[in-house]
């Protein structure tokens, strides 16, 4: 597994900091403004990482702002109507949901860059439990590096590097330290 696998590892000094590594190569990550928590107790909203192991599902990306990703992952073009609902008790809970959309969701097209590529992780999806939080994503950090809602991001050419590497057996593991 271990041309398949990714690690990401949160940096002691600070948890919403971290190393992903991943084909001999390590990339400076940014993670969950929570930390990282056990998926057990991880909750919607809570801003934390889920510790564990979790499948890479697909790519969306904007193909109006960026060159499509090289990967044997899924692709998929991220359209103006493309939300993500997090409404807990919602039957689409963390799933991709066309806008507009009469419950609580986050909108993929963006006017930040950091969903510019997004890569949907294999947490609470197969079903999805309500209220164990959604929309933990692979996506671009931020210029200022600040801490996600509980997602992995990463630099731009970081996360087009790790892509190419990927396919549909790769899963990420993230761990406490």
Not at 95 to 108: A, K, N, R
Not at 135 to 162: Q, S
Request: aromatic share 8%; charged share 25%; net charge negative.
């Amino acid at each position: 597994m271990g041309d398949h696998l990714i690690t990401v590892t949160p940096d002691s000094a600070d948890p919403t900091r971290g190393i992903l590594q991943f084909h001999g190569q390590n990339y400076d990550c940014v993670l969950g403004r929570g930390g990282v928590i056990a998926a057990v107790a991880k909750r919607e909203g809570d801003g934390a990482t889920p510790l564990g192991t979790w499948a890479l599902r697909c790519v969306y990306y904007r193909a109006d702002k960026l060159e499509k990703p090289s990967t044997a992952l899924p692709l998929h073009v991220i359209k103006e109507t493309d939300g993500w609902c997090d409404a807990s008790e919602h039957p689409a809970y963390n799933t991709l949901v066309e806008l507009p959309f009469d419950d609580s969701h986050e909108e993929m097209w963006r006017k930040d860059d950091v969903y510019d590529i997004v890569v949907p992780l294999g947490y609470n999806d197969d079903p999805p439990i309500p209220d164990m939080g959604s929309a933990i994503f692979l996506h671009l950090m931020r210029p200022e590096k600040t801490p996600t809602a509980g997602c992995v991001a990463l630099a731009l050419p970081d996360l087009y590097a790790v892509l190419a590497h990927c396919g549909s057996d790769t899963v990420i593991s993230i761990s406490e330290k």
